[in-house]
């Protein structure tokens, strides 16, 4: 009897399963990276590691920056040479163009049929769009930094530019969006989509609906890090710090040598050519039991090093970040490492590179838990200037504690990035045939405040209009009576 009971069970329970509208087949991505290979490649491992099937397309030469734990990512390769005298565009050009003829990568995509193609809207979209369209499969947008973040709500209309600042700084930050999104489109979205039409001359390719199927973007970012945009959709999905997890174990030869030193654990994520100022670094601070170690993430490249500095390339990042140990990271302050370091508590000495690190390490010294350190092509970073940030760090519990704090309001929220990131990602695909698009934004989208400020000004223009009509006319009307006055000879002695 117990039998049949648990037989029915099964028998009812498999009926709802299949009838059910929130069932939906196995997923699959193919992740697409011709710029930003490593934080893309971590999201390949994320999507992987919920269960998602996932393959990884990348130029040859980026294969050394992609992250070194994937599990369970197949990665193809382009076979690209790297030009430093072409411009970005024009790179993305040519990876495109080899992208199109490589049959061996486009028959395994074909074979694989991905159920999503994910990769940035910046120097992608006129490549990928139509090709995923080909394949009949569903793209998603990711964004990281603000140029793609622009350049991606001028395409997609998902989100609002939110510009702080006075007139002429909010002026200048829209005019800036403007000219990128134009030098994008003519430098290359609209050679792309003729390498397309060359490429693919069965797909209708049209540039004023090239984004009709897109309705998932990605943010690779976290409202902790920025938050200067108004959202107008559900599909804008916040996934920056989908990566982000516990610290495991160090290696245990590591872990020994580490702990010898009583006063902590300096962590630098600098790439080869600041070798020598890490080097001085290291020999400045403190020596001995009673004095730090530095570990540098990075391929060693020579024997001769002060005791006190490790060099390890295998090391996982987050686990280096994360140790117990680690007193302060140096970093760029790219987005990815700002969220680890804050995931982790962890404070932050920042030496950006360009604008977009400046207004991270800005943002994490606002935030309280670092400082930024102007570099210069006349100014380089000094191995003291460096050691006395430091010791200041090190001796002041604020930047800790605030560091704390940035942790918690990353780490508290309702639902962690990779759990948002499979949902939408699964909501989508269940909902892929749908007429009625629910979450889609408009195509435009005004604020009340835009459309008083454009009658504001349209009236005064008006009233500015008509007055400086009335002068001229009055001007005219005294010119020419004073000419007729003179012509007649009544002012004249």
Not at 304 to 331: C, K, M, W
Request: with cysteine; aromatic share 10%; net charge neutral.
């Amino acid at each position: 009897m117990l039998t049949l009971i648990g037989l029915y069970a099964c028998f009812y329970s498999f009926r709802f399963a299949s009838s059910s509208t929130l069932t939906a087949p196995p997923l699959s991505a193919l992740v697409v990276a011709f710029e930003s290979v490593y934080d893309l490649s971590l999201l390949a491992n994320t999507l992987s590691d919920q269960g998602i099937d996932t393959t990884l397309i990348i130029p040859t030469y980026t294969a050394n920056n992609i992250y070194n734990k994937l599990i369970d990512v197949e990665v193809l390769q382009l076979d690209v040479n790297i030009d430093k005298s072409v411009s970005a565009d024009k790179h993305a050009l040519k990876i495109c163009n080899i992208f199109f003829k490589d049959e061996e990568v486009l028959n395994k995509v074909q074979k694989f049929q991905p159920t999503f193609i994910i990769f940035p809207a910046l120097r992608h979209d006129g490549c990928l769009l139509p090709f995923a369209k080909l394949i009949e499969s569903i793209p998603v947008i990711w964004i990281k930094n603000p140029d793609e973040e622009l350049y991606a709500f001028e395409c997609t209309r998902v989100a609002l530019p939110v510009h702080s600042g006075g007139f002429w700084s909010r002026l200048s930050t829209s005019f800036s969006g403007k000219t990128i999104f134009s030098t994008i489109k003519n430098d290359y979205l609209t050679p792309a989509l003729r390498l397309a039409i060359k490429h693919l001359p069965d797909i209708n390719i049209d540039l004023e609906h090239l984004y009709s199927d897109v309705r998932l973007v990605l943010w690779g970012g976290d409202t902790v890090l920025r938050s200067d945009f108004a959202s107008l959709t559900e599909l804008l999905v916040e996934v920056g710090c989908h990566h982000c997890r516990g610290a495991y174990p160090l290696p245990e030869n590591l872990q020994k040598s580490l702990i010898e030193y009583r006063t902590g654990t300096i962590v630098a994520l600098l790439e080869e050519n600041y070798e020598t100022l890490i080097q001085e670094l290291a020999k400045k601070l403190p020596q001995g039991r009673e004095g730090q170690a530095v570990i540098w993430k990075n391929k060693r490249n020579t024997n001769v090093a002060p005791e006190n500095l490790f060099i390890e390339e295998d090391v996982d990042r987050q686990d280096i970040i994360g140790y117990s140990r680690t007193r302060v990271v140096l970093s760029h302050c790219t987005d990815t490492e700002f969220l680890e370091a804050a995931f982790h508590r962890t404070p932050l000495i920042c030496l950006p590179r360009d604008a977009h690190e400046s207004r991270n390490a800005a943002r994490a010294v606002e935030l309280g838990f670092a400082r930024s350190i102007k570099t210069t092509n006349d100014h380089f970073a000094s191995a003291k200037e460096i050691a006395q940030i430091i010791n200041e760090i090190y001796e002041t519990v604020a930047y800790r504690e605030n560091a704390r704090k940035v942790s918690v309001a990353i780490r508290d929220r309702l639902n962690p990035p990779s759990d948002r990131l499979v949902y939408w990602l699964g909501y989508i695909a269940r909902t892929k045939d749908d007429t009625e698009k629910f979450h889609k934004p408009k195509s435009q989208a005004r604020t009340l405040m835009e459309d008083i400020q454009f009658f504001v000004g349209l009236l005064v223009g008006v009233i500015i209009g008509i007055v400086c009509a009335g002068s001229a006319v009055v001007a005219r009307y005294l010119i020419t009576a004073n000419k007729v006055q003179i012509a007649k000879g009544r002012y004249m002695q």
